[in-house]
């Protein structure tokens, strides 16, 4: 929301660059003007500029578009993106806060993998090496994964996987995990109750990219008492809130 400091031509400028972005296709500039709700010479002056500074684009029939050197920003920005950096401090605070080994992991060949880690505290830590490759039916990460797959998709991958029991508390029944997929929708968040390692339990929430896509979990991995107690309630409560805020820090907002 624009303030005292806000430079109203700059601002102008923005927004007709998300405007553009927004139409998908090249507009003339009575278009835009009436899009924007500005002066046809407005929009003009503001075009020429941005054209200058190859941001915007005009085609030989004079109607307008994002330029090259968007692009190339965008190249730069890419390439110096690191999501563990982005995402350690909110791994370090949420494995001091709960007392329990964190860790952010993304969805590759059927597979939950672990990018990042922060130990938990305490003498029993339970740990995942980078670069671990977790089963998507038994985890809490992969099945947070997998309950953001259209029912069909995550049917369609269930039936391919071969459902191995790891502990006696595996679910290998399709339709058992897909009644489950539904309520972790529901929810928010995805447990695992001792599924692929005895006497571990873990709780994974969702991060989103800037486009919405859920590209990667949030989550924390321990010895808990149980999935009842007290602790691992308030473990669920700020594994969520930390995916909120790295999801926040990576550019994404919520529709309300």
């Keep these: 929301m624009p303030d005292g400091n806000t430079i109203r031509s700059v601002a ?3 927004e007709l660059l998300q405007l553009l972005c927004d139409a998908g296709e090249p507009l003339a500039l009575g278009q835009i003007s009436a899009r924007a709700g500005l002066p046809r010479s407005t929009v003009f002056g503001l075009l020429t500029t941005m054209r200058d500074y190859d941001v915007v684009t005009q085609h030989a029939d004079g109607k307008y578009a994002l330029g090259l050197r968007l692009f190339e920003y965008g190249c730069r920005v890419s390439s110096s993106w690191d999501i ?21 992991c993304v969805h ?27 089963p998507l039916y038994c985890t ?7 309950s953001a797959l259209p029912r069909h998709e995550a049917a369609g991958l269930l039936h391919k996987l071969q459902l191995i029991p790891y502990t006696p508390h595996t679910l290998t029944d399709p339709e ?41 979990t949030v989550g924390v991995i321990g010895m808990f008492r149980s999935v ?12 969520v809130s930390a995916g909120q805020m790295i999801s926040a820090a990576l550019g994404y907002e919520p529709v309300h």
């Design 84 to 104: 563990s950096a982005v995402t350690r401090p909110y791994l370090e605070h949420l494995a001091s806060e709960v007392g329990a080994s964190a860790m952010l």
């Design 108 to 134: 590759e060949g059927g597979r939950a993998i672990t990018l990042e880690q922060a130990e938990g505290r305490g003498d029993l830590r339970v740990v995942s090496e980078i670069g671990a490759r977790l």
């Design 12 to 14: 102008k400028a923005m």
């Design 176 to 216: 058992v995990l897909l009644a489950q997929l539904e309520e972790i929708r529901q929810n928010g968040y995805a447990v695992e109750n001792g599924e692929y390692k005895i006497g571990l339990r873990s709780i994974s929430a969702p991060v989103y990219q800037r486009d919405g896509a859920l590209r990667y």
């Design 140 to 146: 809490s990460q992969g099945k947070l994964f997998l």
């Design 228 to 239: 009842h107690s007290p602790e691992f309630h308030r473990a669920i409560g700020a594994v």
